[in-house]
């Protein structure tokens, strides 16, 4: 089983509202990551996490804040975003870093 | 530095005909290579991979592709296309065997259209 779960499905937020994006994985795998796509694009990695342990930054703006709480749970928290943080929010994880990355479905996030 | 191009940015093709998606890597070594198909709002999904071994990789539905070294390429190809294919498929290059980077480089994506 390769699945990869994400909750909410779908989220709109105000910009002076805080939120958490969830990702699950059951695969055991020691690496996730948090990647953002706008319409059209491809997906931009933001974090990559590595045995629950931070390992890149692509600098992010804070008001992004990921926490990976254990092997199996990596989430995103939000606050004061802007519209232009609207997006795709997908999360994918990996057996590590060097491997095959799998994604989940994504949370769509819109910031009014 | 790292790139990976799709010069297609989108496809047309009719329901039965191949198909034949285009992607060319730059890179010093070897990379991992990956062939992902999105459709509208969802995830990625993998299609096919190559690490090593075999440069002719078979994947999930009916896709295969090539590697070609000489041409730093990657090629997805069908030999008939379903409606259902239609999707986004980017294409994506890993630093190989030996890094521990963990980044995904991936191409501009390419949109199939399938007409019946």
């Known amino acids: 089983d390769t699945e990869v779960t994400q909750t909410p499905k779908h989220l709109v937020m105000g910009m002076t509202n805080k939120k958490s994006l969830k990702c699950e994985q059951h695969m055991g795998h020691r690496a996730m990551y948090w990647y953002k796509q706008k319409a059209k694009k491809p997906p931009e990695l933001m974090f990559v996490?590595?045995?629950?342990?931070?390992?890149i930054n692509e600098s992010v703006p804070s008001r992004f804040s990921p926490e990976c709480p254990n092997s199996s749970l990596l989430n995103l928290h939000l606050h004061a975003l802007q519209p232009e943080d609207s997006a795709l929010y997908l999360c994918?994880?990996?057996?590590?870093?060097?491997?095959?990355?799998?994604f989940g479905p994504g949370t769509r996030l819109t910031v009014l | 530095a790292q790139s990976v191009t799709q010069p297609d940015i989108h496809i047309t093709v009719s329901e039965g005909a191949s198909l034949e998606l285009r992607c060319n890597y730059s890179y010093g070594a070897t990379p991992y290579l990956f062939w992902y198909v999105q459709s509208p709002g969802q995830g990625l999904q993998l299609l096919l991979k190559y690490f090593s071994g075999d440069t002719l990789v078979q994947g999930i539905k009916g896709f295969e592709a090539e590697f070609k070294r000489s041409q730093s390429s990657f090629n997805l190809r069908k030999p008939s296309v379903h409606w259902s294919d239609a999707a986004e498929y980017f294409c994506a290059v890993a630093p190989g065997r030996g890094s521990t980077l963990g980044r995904l480089y991936f191409g501009r994506g390419t949109q199939l259209t399938v007409w019946p």
């Open positions: 994918a994880s990996s057996q590590s870093r060097a491997d095959t990355q799998y």
């Open positions: 996490y590595s045995y629950e342990k931070l390992s």
